[in-house]
């Protein structure tokens, strides 16, 4: 089984949405995204039918090929729980993706290109287990955002785009820092390498470590919205077309989990434990911040938006207690915010494309006109504060847990405050539902607007289903994800 | 020995089957789903009823049997599969499990939603979204089912959540009313700050127990010899030990979703959803949740006396706060909802003032009793609102009076009801009552002062509420009074469960410790009790039988202590100041504003810090020939400056 | 013969270069500029052929890079007179301090 397959089919589906009319544009994005959703699904059962056999090995399906062999550049693909876990959420979330802009009319073929590069640089980026070839798919994977906001954005664009932009960039280059140093390492141990196993084992001297850690921590933490570093985020989101948005807060800001998770924690678990504190406080931060912010924000994508920097947070306070149990966690928590979030973004467009309008006030009642649309919206916001039986709930249960497991003071505090947010993300998302969809409606115009159109259902309901996959029966997930950290985070006897 | 129970777990499938079902396809057959709930329902209470009969009749063996924790153990888990493993020893296994407790409860909550099913199909009719209705009403009973089997502290909570958002939803199921709206999302928000402390409760017991499963739980935690006793007591914050930190706040979950004081604010205005919704979720069941968690973990609670302080203290505050708080109300939905939060507040008391084990677990006997026979009576009496609401469309007590004539058989049930609650002889809610009485005179005199203070005022309110709806001269003529089938037939079956409940031995069958209790009763107390309950009776009788302007001046009389009373005592003013005021204008407001200005303004600056730089060195290029020659001209001379000297 | 010294050598192309440098900075007609650029190259051209004469007399590099020069400078002013034509037809000017368009 070759993952990368994943690689050329994205590709393959651009080629052919290139040479063709704009007419059939979105036909052939549906089809290339169905068919990478299929593929991913048909890896989950062959890696787990994989795992059942016994293989034990940190990758399964691994390929090595030279791309550069004077530097020992190489494309090093193969899939572990976690990656597993990020492919299969970022299928799903392009599929309905590219369903809920259906209807794009300016520059339609321009559009699905764009998204299906996005999907590319994410694929790569989680395939990838070698250092460059992960940090040209991390680029790939940013860049086509600006395009998407800045063409088709909506409200400040430009300005929202160059942000995102920007900051993102300047997390990019931090992390290439973070690389090279690294490689400086592998080099000075006369084993120049890029590949992560390898500098896993490579000897860097405990000074170095504590400089490179937060070089690539915080580099890829600026896509997770990191506390002081999260102010693209609501900008971005808000600013972005509906898929978009779901592509940015649903894989973008996971590409910034996934790194600090399996790459910087990985590479310096000594480094990790020495900054651990810090991280945990800004991720408090972030995430109680972050939970206040969001209750002030009169725009529900605004608030989406505001909310994802809080969610995120959790991702980040999962990665910093450096638990097995927070670390599983923390990766839950990004594919069920991803998936959340894609949902709550896409149901949003679909109020918005209706109402012409975002503000919760000024919409009201709408559940009576549109209750396919108002029971998503509802779906999507009891995920989001945590209702078992969908995803948010095992996700956030799982940090706190394993942030329970360290028994001093300043941990248990750090949790419990953590643990006050889901209080108020109640609060922020029952306001939404209370003014948004529930009470009497407040503009008779909207009586004709309808409910959702069969490519919105079909978006939302394989999202839903995502959701409630991982909500009613948590277990296949969970467990592909803690064997893999559990493997990963074994202390490493040469750091 | 499990076999015999595999019918048990249809209990648990059949509400789930009629919640999606309806949920997904009901719009197409809304009439299909009524009946199917009901039915569904039906096998579900005869099921429950079964595998009672087999747990406590013929499958029970010798003496000793009902030793829930200790070695013989009749907790029997059924269908058991891990849900989610968090790691070796933390892993949240789903499963059935079946001790005296739950089975009790698996009674109790399948009868109550089995005649809310059949009133509703009666009381709903003609709703819009009726399918919908019954889909959320078997969420609901699924929830609630899942949470009485549950073997997993965290199952528990899981299912706790879910009944949280069933009851929103139930409450905010007329959603174009914005008071249910804001009523809904009272209940939720409320109850979800409470669990907040359950869920901080549950972690940290779970880490010193090293477990998340009942069983081991209060294995490891209800003996003072066990390493993990220790280490849970030992450990102290804040001068109080970890063991006593985790009862108390899963104690604040249960608060919470009880309703004591001071975290009862919702339930009053959770009276917005339909009727029936308010007899089931906000009278008989879900708000005993608490009352069932903590008697759950009571053998860990016996181990904390701070915490069983706490349950006491809150329970007789709330008992007596609500029953005042009632005799205040005029919506006759507000006042049963005060007199269900005084009425748990007994159970609370009664758990709290209880010992473990023989003569000094009685507390916890009659709790539970009380919990059963309350269900049964306050179910009776919310239905019976109910069918007197929909006769005079209104929920206010001033619309009502006379009733007792074109409502014959409904006066007559909701005054058994009364009398059940008020503890009267022979009626349900002497036994329990009694029982609490007793329990609280041998523990605590404090809280047994309480308590019969609170009764005395309990029957006070309660025929208050009688006499002005059914007597009280006011002719109302005109009042239509159909009364189907479906809404009779369960008044009638709740009436009859009023009348008979409290001769079961109840004692015999769930006690702390598992054996059979025998409660003797002290002649001299109950006929307190009663004398009582009898002055409120006769001073509702003489203040409301007949319309009077008394009741009036006295409330006059009394001034600011009546409005402080009919106020709520200003409790939601005070949530409102802390919401509104504080976490709204205090800290969110100001998060907005340093969000915008200062943390993306930080951004924007290094934004303008980089265009400043830019537009400083931007002259250089100036376009002009001659100054680029000289810039070359300079640059090699320096260079060759620096080739010549600096590096030879 | 009496050979005159190598600095005297030098100390011809230095004036020629710096009168040329001289040139390039102060005047402002293009031509005039282009001139001064020749002035500079070939005070460039006498220290190569001075070096090669007196240091490296068996050499012959010094004589070919001078060539090469002059041929370099020959293409050179052709181009830039086709510009400083180009200029002209578009700003009607050869002046260096009005052409400052291309800047930023």
């Not at chain 2, 719009?27 to 709930?37: E, N």
């Not at chain 3, 001075?50 to 400078?73: D, H, R």
Request: glycine share 8%.
């Amino acid at each position: 089984m070759n993952p990368e397959y994943l690689l050329i089919i994205s590709l393959v589906t651009i080629i052919a949405i290139l040479a063709s009319g704009s007419r059939i544009a979105g036909l052939l994005a549906l089809a290339g995204t169905v068919v990478q959703l299929v593929f991913s699904a048909g890896l989950l059962f062959l890696y787990m039918a994989e795992r059942n056999a016994g293989n034990a090995s940190l990758l399964l399906f691994e390929h090595t090929y030279v791309w550069y062999p004077d530097w020992n550049i190489t494309f090093h693909s193969g899939i572990d729980g976690i990656s597993l876990s990020m492919i299969l959420l970022t299928s799903v979330v392009l599929v309905s993706g590219v369903l809920v802009s259906w209807k794009t009319e300016y520059m339609k073929k321009e559009f699905f290109i764009l998204l299906l590069l996005l999907g590319t640089g994410a694929y790569g980026f989680f395939l990838s287990s070698d250092l460059f070839s992960l940090f040209f798919f991390f680029e790939l994977a940013v860049i086509p955002k600006y395009l998407l906001i800045a063409i088709w954005g909506s409200g400040r664009k430009e300005y929202s785009a160059m942000k995102l932009a920007l900051m993102l960039m300047g997390g990019s280059a931090l992390v290439l820092a973070g690389i090279l140093s690294l490689y400086y390492y592998s080099c000075a141990a006369g084993n120049p390498s890029f590949d992560l196993q390898q500098l896993y084992t490579t000897p860097v001297p405990e000074q170095a470590q504590l400089y490179i850690f937060p070089l690539l921590f915080t580099g890829f933490a600026v896509l997770s919205a990191l506390f002081p570093l999260h102010t693209w985020a609501p900008d971005g989101h808000s600013s972005a077309p509906t898929a978009a948005s779901m592509f940015l807060a649903g894989i973008s800001m996971k590409l910034g989990g996934y790194g600090c998770i399996r790459i910087a924690i990985y590479l310096f678990p000594a480094a990790a434990a020495f900054y651990s504190p810090y991280i945990i406080i800004l991720a408090c931060i972030g995430i109680l911040y972050g939970a206040f912010v969001t209750l002030r924000q009169k725009d529900i994508k605004l608030m989406n938006a505001y909310s994802s920097v809080s969610h995120c947070g959790f991702v980040l306070l999962g990665a910093g207690m450096l638990t097995n149990t927070a670390m599983t966690g923390a990766v839950l928590q990004m594919v069920s915010h991803g998936i959340m979030t894609a949902l709550f973004f896409g149901v949003i467009g679909m109020i918005y494309g209706r109402t012409h309008t975002r503000i919760g006030e000024e919409l009201g009642g709408l559940l009576k006109v549109m209750p396919f649309i108002g029971s998503c919206f509802i779906i999507a916001g009891l995920t989001s504060l945590g209702l078992p039986g969908l995803s948010g709930f095992v996700a956030e249960m799982t940090i706190f847990v394993g942030a329970f497991q360290i028994g001093d003071v300043f941990h248990r505090i750090a949790t419990v405050s953590a643990a006050m947010s889901i209080v108020v993300t109640a609060v922020y998302i029952l306001r939404a539902i209370g003014i948004s969809l529930w009470g009497p409606l407040k503009n008779e115009k909207f009586r004709e607007s309808g409910d959702a159109t069969w490519y919105e259902r079909a978006a939302s309901v394989i999202l839903i289903a995502s959701i409630i996959s991982i909500g009613i029966y948590p277990f296949w997930m969970s467990d592909i994800i803690s064997n893999t950290v559990s493997v990963l985070f074994t202390s490493n006897p040469l750091k | 020995m499990s076999n015999i129970y595999d019918y048990t777990c249809f209990i648990l499938l059949l509400p789930l089957l009629t919640f999606l079902l309806p949920g997904l396809f009901g719009k197409k057959f809304p009439r299909i789903s009524g009946i199917l709930g009901t039915t569904s329902m039906l096998i579900v209470t005869v099921l429950a009823y079964l595998t009672a009969y087999h747990y406590f009749i013929t499958d029970a063996p010798a003496e000793g049997y009902y030793w829930p924790y200790g070695s013989r153990w009749p907790y029997l888990v059924l269908a058991k599969f891990t849900w989610l493993r968090f790691n070796a020893a933390l892993s949240l296994d789903m499963g059935i499990a079946l001790d005296p407790l739950s089975v009790m409860m698996l009674v109790v909550v399948s009868t109550v939603s089995l005649m809310v099913h059949l009133y509703s199909t009666g009381y709903m009719k003609g709703e819009e979204r009726y399918s919908t209705y019954f889909s959320f009403l078997s969420l609901f009973t699924f929830s609630m089912l899942g949470l009485v089997v549950a073997s997993n502290i965290f199952q528990i909570y899981i299912f706790w959540e879910l009944v949280g958002v069933s009851s929103f939803l139930l409450i905010g199921f007329y959603f174009d009313k914005p008071s249910a709206v804001a009523a809904a999302k009272k209940a939720f928000i409320v109850t979800r700050f409470a669990d907040l402390g359950f869920l901080c409760g549950i972690l940290i017991l779970s880490f010193y127990s090293g477990s998340l499963d009942f069983r081991v739980i209060i294995e490891r935690m209800s003996s003072s010899s066990s390493a993990f006793y220790s280490f849970a007591a030992g450990a102290s914050f804040l001068g109080v030990s970890a063991l006593t930190w985790a009862l108390v706040l899963i104690f604040a979950g249960g608060a919470g979703k009880s309703a004591m004081f001071p975290l009862h604010i919702w339930l009053p205005d959770a009276m917005e959803g339909p009727t029936p919704v308010s007899a089931l979720i906000h009278a008989a069941t879900m708000v005993v949740a608490g009352v069932f968690l903590v008697a759950r973990l009571f053998p860990v609670f016996c181990m904390s006396h701070a915490a069983m302080d706490v349950v006491a203290y809150t329970g007789a505050a709330s008992a007596l706060i609500a029953a005042l708080i009632a005799c205040t109300q005029t919506d006759i939905k507000r006042v049963l909802a005060y007199s269900t939060m005084s009425q748990i507040g007994y159970m609370m008391f009664s758990l709290g003032i209880s010992g473990y084990g023989g003569e000094k677990g009685l507390g916890y006997s009659a709790a539970l009793f009380h919990l059963f026979t309350h269900a049964m009576f306050k179910a009776l009496l919310f239905l019976c609102a109910g069918a007197v609401i929909h006769a005079v469309h209104s929920n206010e007590i001033k619309d009502m009076g006379g009733l007792k004539k074109p409502m014959p058989f409904t006066s007559i049930a909701f005054f058994f009801a009364c009398l059940a609650i008020s503890g009267i002889p022979s009626l349900s809610g002497f036994y329990s009552k009694e029982e609490i009485l007793t329990a609280a005179f041998h523990r605590n005199k404090i809280i047994f002062c309480t308590g019969l203070l609170t009764a005395g005022i309990t029957s006070f309110y309660m025929f208050r509420l009688y006499f002005s709806i059914f007597w009280n001269n006011k002719n109302k003529s005109g009042i239509k009074t159909h009364m189907a089938a479906s809404i009779t037939i369960p008044l009638f079956i709740l009436t009859v469960a009023t009348i008979e409940a409290g001769h079961i031995p109840f004692g015999k069958y769930v006690s702390s410790d598992g054996l059979p209790l025998h409660s003797d009763t002290d002649i001299r107390l109950s006929a307190a009790a009663i004398i009582i309950s009898g002055i409120g009776i006769l001073t509702a009788a003489f203040l409301y039988l007949k319309e009077r302007t008394l009741p009036g001046r006295i409330s006059a009389k009394a001034g600011i202590v009546y409005r402080f009373i009919a106020g709520k005592l200003y409790i939601d003013e005070l949530y409102l100041l802390i919401t509104k005021k504080v976490v709204f204008n205090l800290i969110s407001a100001p998060a907005a504003w340093v969000d915008r200005n200062i943390v993306d303004g930080g951004m924007n600056l290094l934004g303008a810090a980089a265009e400043n730089v830019s537009e400083t060195i931007r002259p250089v290029q100036s376009g002009k020939i001659r100054n680029y020659a000289l810039w070359f001209l300079a640059g090699t001379i320096l260079i060759s400056l620096f080739l010549i000297y600096v590096i030879r | 013969m009496n050979e005159i010294p190598l600095h005297l050598v030098l100390f011809v192309s230095t004036t020629l270069f710096f009168t040329g440098a001289y040139g390039f900075l102060t005047r402002r007609n293009m031509i005039t500029m282009l001139m001064a650029i020749e002035l500079m190259l070939n005070s460039v051209n006498i220290n190569f052929l001075a070096f090669n004469k007196y240091l490296f007399p068996g050499k012959a590099e010094g004589v070919f890079f001078t060539i090469f020069i002059i041929t370099i400078a020959a293409a050179e002013a052709s181009v830039a007179i086709a510009i400083i034509i180009n200029l002209y037809r578009k700003f009607r000017t050869i002046d260096a301090e009005n052409t400052d368009s291309l800047k930023f």
